[in-house]
């Protein structure tokens, strides 16, 4: 299949963190802040002339220097972007509003201002976020004073202006921003997709780590260049991919490369959740804080395990996934053990689903290939036997 | 095998306790023999239990004196103490529930509940022996479970799946302390049961005022919860009482920590980490952690008096930093014998305790004193939440009880202990701090087995203490295969 | 179709086989070589070997004499003239069902991994589980194995078998084993109790690859380290029933499911022509 020169623009801002669009809003004088997780509003920190960069580290192969911090017994993307952050990948930061999404990644964050990263650098704040793990009404007014202190420090540092009219405009932007996504999302409900699991992958990583009124126009023509595509031919199954961070389209392409088209992201850094539309009346803190802890799949959201399982089943019915890769982090304790919910119980259920345990970095690509090769070969004999059957 | 030393005084406080600890249990057993017989079928990780009289030899290996006597006292209480426990609920399930260890049991005592920890086996089986709570591992991670996460909620969670837990409970209330390993292993038990949940999201920023409102609100929330769901009714008055006792025991406590720091402490090992671990957490609140205080501190005090070394060749005074070994439950006697390690206080007890003495003048303040000291314990207030949780408090035990090093067990899944590591590590060396640190497994000996962990803590002495053990026999022991 | 080959090529790391069927699904020559560094070098030695297996009458001389070739394992997309390549999961699944339809489980111990498969009723992959990031309990562990008892593969395979007691061998690594088990032999601990140990230490690596794929009778066991008798023992003695022993050797399963995968697909294009 043709590959879209409109596509090329979004791979390109995925080499490097401080990628062409953030340099221009540097130049702009516009305040990048750093974040880590779904549960930090992005419409938080689009307030003023502040854009939101999600952390990643691409291009980390080891991670020695870190290893000593945090140990060789924690998630490989805390300890990568420890590593990046040591190695000055994130100097252009003027502030990082971090969740205390699981102890590693909190651990992870908490050395920037151990180690003094970016201290040295005028303005630069840190704010960890107590983000609760369920949704309670103790725990809403104790997120919503989070985010009003990370607004503060926006407003004390940079003279952002953090009123709720502020937020209430940044809100309106990201809903306008995440209708434009849905159209090319919906795409791949499609019979035949004309948009690959990668593309797409590509373009919502992008939408996390460049300001995204910079990529309005970029997107619009890259939708209309979809439209008018052929659909993408010679994949042997549509795949779901659930799990946690997952933010290089290298392990996309891997996938499918080997026939599983991903027609589903429910993963960090994916769309599922992620494009959903946030209320904009009322109290704009009240409205964020209520819709990300509603909307948040992570496992961290620890009463919500039953509702995660109905979730998959949903999100394959939409999207026609014939299985699913749920895809883990080595050392994740949280995904770890939502394999025994969701795993064994859609494998019980006759749901294909395969697990694969990766580290941050692609590595291993053989032994990925040959997991994702048998279970797509799987998918195809089960279909198979559903044909006979019948 | 048990070597006997000391004087006939010491082999009848062995034997003395030995029989009162195996007394105990057969009361338990002729209370009701029939249902008791039926819960070591359904419950067999109940069978492992009976070796805990066993723990007191592995304990006092060579102990004699006032030492020997407090391990053997406590060593009998947390006997006692776990019977408590099994009657909760062996005799019949009726309104009893589940709860995790980590909530305030004062809650429930006052409530008149009776409860099931899923931890018990959890805690004490590899205790006892190291091996028996292997199968439940085993069990849990062929069903899909990483086998790098926790030990300790992978037992509750291999308990769980192997059937081996109480059935048909009225509610659960759970908490996400201390980590996610722990909360998450709930998921199992709520979906397998499809029990009433309630559970506790303690804010990793307790210490702030908007936090512990959470975590009092919250707490309302629970008992309302179980209010609803058990038709008991919250006591305050009794709660009160109960608080109140725990203030009690806080204040012999802090006594307990001046007679550990002395010049030549009477206090030291387990027979400080164990009292503290069951009665101001496992037996937060109950009339007999006062009594076993206090019985215990009677005798710590004529120690005192006699100026009696609670370890006889004392050579180093140490802290232990992370939870101790629970899969080498004795190995504070291996450093005294060994090394003269004498270890004066750890992680899990120590705490600016005085601090949160409970106001029982109202509901709320009572629900806020339980919410401080709960944030503030067993493996809580230091592995969440702030950095400043972790480190300053350990350079503060090290100054307060005159410690020339640190021990710490890295246990290897443990993420939040683990990931501070590389600046412990840092400040101990700016601070001059020898600073002994042995990766292992909290409780799965083969991981690390008892052996590795002496050689860890044998090579430092000898490298950086430039130590010579006090006894070469004790370098090398070929226990793998022994409880 | 009489007079029409398929072939299956099963490159590995250590080891490449190959099976040359008709399209009856009879096996008519097989072979297993020592693998090169270079895949495509090992599948052609495998190919040409299995070739010279085959009874002369066939007159199968070459590549061009089969229809369809399929490639697996390690080194399956190295195969230069494989039509296509299928995954060894899926493979040995098939060589197995082909070979013993009653095996619903399979332990699969190559060079250097480990799977456990589910199969199904129709040969199918279920499920399955793989180590395939560390060598302990694989054929690179064994080898260290024979290396430090200065034995051949037979021998050490019968020595546990004379044990009178388990030697356990605690490290997890099979680097740290090996020099492990260097020490216990300096102690002059006896070879066989030793080898015992081993292979005990091996049984429940595979029992837990075997719980995480679902274990359902019957379970055999395939690869190079199927020979193993030793670890056939330790197996059966962990999972409390007998292992069925295959009736072809079972390093070639691989390469025979390869073969048959290669019937069905050229069958079932002619079918649909």
Redesign the interface.
């Known amino acids: 299949m043709k590959k879209l020169k409109e596509m090329e623009f979004f791979e390109g801002l995925l080499d490097n963190p401080k990628n062409e669009l953030v340099e221009k809003a540097l130049q702009e004088g516009r305040i990048a802040i750093g974040y880590n997780c779904y549960m930090v509003p992005e419409p938080l920190l689009s307030m003023g002339n502040a854009f939101p960069v999600r952390l990643r580290a691409p291009g980390v192969g080891g991670t020695e220097v870190a290893n000593h911090y945090l140990s060789k017994f924690i998630c490989s993307y805390a300890r990568s972007i420890l590593e990046s952050a040591l190695d000055g990948t994130y100097d252009f930061l003027g502030g990082l509003v971090y969740a205390a999404s699981c102890s590693h990644v909190t651990r992870c964050f908490q050395h920037f201002d151990l180690l003094n990263i970016n201290s040295d650098k005028e303005g630069f704040f840190t704010q960890s976020l107590d983000t609760p793990r369920k949704v309670a009404e103790p725990g809403i007014e104790l997120m919503k004073s989070f985010l009003r202190k990370a607004a503060d420090k926006m407003s004390q540092h940079y003279g952002i202006d953090t009123s709720d009219e502020s937020l209430r405009k940044a809100i309106s932007e990201y809903n306008v921003f995440n209708r434009l996504m849905r159209e090319i999302s919906d795409l791949r409900k499609e019979g035949n997709p004309r948009i690959t699991g990668t593309e797409f992958h590509t373009l919502v990583v992008a939408s996390k780590i460049a300001p995204r009124d910079m990529l309005m126009e970029p997107l619009k023509k890259l939708k209309a260049a979809l439209e008018k595509r052929e659909p993408v031919k010679g994949y042997r199954a549509r795949v779901m991919v659930v799990g946690s961070i997952f933010d290089n389209p290298g392990f996309m392409e891997l996938i499918e490369e080997q026939g599983g088209l991903v027609v589903a992201d429910r993963y960090c850094f994916g769309s599922l959740p992620g494009l959903e539309e946030i209320r904009e009346d009322g109290d704009p803190y009240e409205q964020l804080t209520r819709h990300y802890l509603n909307t948040c799949e992570c496992p961290r959201m620890m009463e919500e395990t039953k509702s995660r399982l109905k979730s998959v089943r949903e999100w394959m019915q939409e999207y026609k996934a014939d299985g699913v890769i749920f895809e883990t982090m080595k050392f994740c304790d949280l995904w770890g053990y939502e394999v025994l919910s969701v795993v064994n119980r859609l494998r019980d259920e006759g749901s294909p689903i395969v697990r694969i345990e990766r580290e941050y970095a692609l590595t291993g690509e053989g032994q990925l290939r040959t997991r994702v090769q048998a279970f797509i070969e799987l998918i195809e004999s089960k279909r198979l036997s559903k044909v006979l059957a019948g | 095998m048990l070597k006997y030393k000391g004087n006939i005084k010491d082999q009848w406080i062995d034997f003395k306790y030995w029989a009162i600890s195996w007394g105990d249990i057969l009361k338990l057993v002729a209370s009701n023999p029939y249902k008791v017989v039926i819960a070591l079928f359904k419950y067999p990780w109940i069978y492992d239990l009976l070796k805990a009289p066993h723990l007191a030899k592995l304990y006092n290996e060579g102990r004699n004196g006032t030492a020997l006597l407090l391990s053997q006292m406590t060593v009998n209480a947390v006997i006692k103490s776990v019977i408590r426990l099994l009657k909760k609920f062996v005799y019949d399930t009726k309104d009893v529930i589940f709860a995790q260890i980590m909530i305030p049991p004062q809650i429930y005592q006052a409530m008149g509940l009776r409860w099931f920890l899923p931890e018990t086996p959890s805690t004490i089986l590899p205790m006892v022996d190291q091996h028996s709570a292997e199968r439940y591992m ?1 069990l ?7 086998g ?3 030990s300790y909620p992978r037992i509750t ?1 291999g308990v769980y799946a192997a059937g081996e837990m109480p059935k048909n409970l009225k509610a659960m209330v ?1 908490c ?1 302390l201390p ?3 722990g ?6 038990i ?2 397998g049961e499809n029990i009433p ?1 309630y ?1 506790l ?1 303690v ?3 307790f210490k702030s005022k ?2 512990m ?3 009092v ?2 707490l309302k ?1 629970m008992i309302a919860f179980l209010e609803d769901k058990t038709g008991h009714r919250m006591d305050w008055d009794k709660l009160a009482e109960i608080c109140g006792r725990f203030n009690e025991l806080m204040e012999i406590e802090l006594e307990r920590w001046e007679f550990a720091r002395a010049d030549v402490p009477v206090i030291a090992g387990e027979n400080i980490w164990l009292p503290h671990f069951m009665y101001f957490n496992v037996e937060a609140g109950t009339e007999e952690s006062v009594a076993i205080f206090k019985e215990l501190h009677k005798h710590i005090k004529a120690a005192y008096e006699k100026k009696e070394p609670a370890v006889k060749n004392m050579k180093f005074r140490a802290v232990l930093w992370n939870p101790p070994t629970f899969a080498y439950a004795h190995f504070w006697n291996w450093l005294e014998r060994c090394w003269g390690i004498a270890c004066l206080n750890d992680m899990e007890t120590f705490g600016n305790f005085n601090e949160f003495l409970i106001d029982t003048s109202s509901h709320d303040s009572m629900l806020e004193g339980l919410a401080r000291s709960w944030s503030n314990m067993t493996m809580v207030r230091h ?5 400043e949780n972790y480190l300053p408090q350990l350079w503060q035990m090290t100054e307060m009880f005159k410690a020339n090093m640190i021990i710490v067990a ?1 246990h ?2 443990c ?2 202990s ?6 412990m590590i840092e400040e101990a060396r700016k601070r001059n701090i020898p600073m002994c640190t042995f990766d292992y497994e909290l409780m799965d000996s ?2 690390c ?1 008892r052996q590795g962990i002496r050689d860890q803590i044998s090579s430092f002495m000898r490298s950086v203490m430039k130590a010579e053990p006090l006894d070469e026999s004790l370098l090398v022991i070929d226990d ?2 022994d409880w | 179709m009489k007079g029409e080959y398929i072939c299956g090529c099963d490159v590995g790391s250590t080891y490449g086989k190959a099976a040359i069927m008709d399209m009856d699904g009879a096996v008519l020559g097989t072979s297993i070589v020592r693998s090169k560094l270079d895949p495509e070098k090992t599948s052609i030695l495998s190919v040409e070997e299995a070739i010279r297996n085959c009874d002369a009458r066939h007159g199968i001389r070459g590549l061009d004499d089969f229809v369809y070739l399929i490639g697996t394992g390690y080194g399956r997309n190295r195969v230069p003239f494989a039509d296509e390549n299928i995954s060894e999961i899926t493979c040995h699944a098939m060589g197995v069902h082909i070979t013993d339809p009653r095996v619903r489980t399979i332990v699969d111990i190559g060079g250097q991994d480990m799977k456990g498969i589910s199969i199904d009723v129709d040969g199918s992959v279920r499920h399955f589980a793989m180590n395939d990031k560390c060598a302990a309990g694989t054929g690179r562990f064994f080898e260290s194995m024979i290396r430090a008892f200065e034995v051949d593969f037979e021998e050490f395979s019968n020595m546990s078998l004379r044990a009178k007691q388990i030697v356990r061998i605690t490290s997890q690594c099979s680097v740290f084993a090996e020099s492990e088990v260097v020490s216990l032999v300096a102690q002059k601990k006896d070879p066989a109790d030793i080898a015992a140990g081993i292979q005990a230490a091996v049984a429940k690596r595979c029992f837990t690859m075997l719980k995480s794929a679902g274990v359902e009778r019957e379970v055999t066991m395939t690869g190079g380290c199927a020979k193993n008798l030793g670890l056939k023992k330790a197996l059966e003695k962990v999972l409390r029933f007998d292992i069925v022993q295959l009736a072809t050797d079972p390093q070639l399963m691989g390469s025979i499911g390869a073969a048959e995968f290669a019937r069905r697909k050229v069958l079932a294009k002619r079918s649909v022509a």
């Open positions: 085993d849990i991670e062929s069903e899909g479970l990483p790098d996460t926790c969670a759970a996400n980590c996610e390993g909360f998450s292993s709930y998921a199992g709520e979906d949940t559970r999201d804010p990793n920023d908007e936090g409102k959470a975590f609100e919250d929330g592995t969440r939440g702030a950095v890295n290897i899944g993420r939040s683990m990931s501070l590591s590389g600046v083969r991981v087995s793998e295969a």
